[in-house]
């Protein structure tokens, strides 16, 4: 059974950085893409990037774009998010999520429990 944990949330000062992990269990990530999604109070929820298997392509939100990078490490079954130049905006709980495709998507379907990213003024 296929299991992702969050980690590395936690508080921010604004222009601030922090490094997030998505660690899957009991499936190999080598052949999926897996994205980052992020939800505010009162906010819907939003796809912040994705990367596909290989690490060769990723996607950002406009609002990420340029401030936030995806990456991968396979042979730790890991998925990364840096994020840098923070603002109170980014404030939300952030999630990974697994497609079984090696190709970013609109679907998506097992997703972790999520990490409280804080980032104060």
């Known amino acids: 059974q296929l299991q992702l944990v969050e980690s590395g949330g936690g508080l921010a000062q604004s222009g601030g950085s922090l490094r997030l992990a998505c660690v899957a269990s009991?499936?190999?990530?080598?052949?999926?893409?897996i994205a980052w999604f992020r939800q505010a109070p009162g906010k819907e929820r939003e796809k912040v990037s994705c990367?596909?298997?290989?690490?060769?392509?990723?996607e950002y939100a406009d609002s990420v774009k340029g401030r936030f990078t995806t990456s991968r490490d396979n042979a730790k079954n890991t998925v990364y998010l840096q994020m840098n130049n923070m603002s109170p905006e980014d404030t939300a709980i952030y999630y990974c999520?697994?497609?079984?495709?090696?190709?970013?998507?609109?679907?998506?379907?097992?997703w972790g429990q999520g990490t409280q990213v804080t980032v104060s003024s």
């Open positions: 999520a697994f497609r079984g495709v090696s190709r970013c998507g609109t679907t998506w379907d097992e």
């Open positions: 990367i596909s298997a290989n690490g060769r392509d990723t």
């Open positions: 009991g499936l190999s990530l080598d052949y999926y893409a």
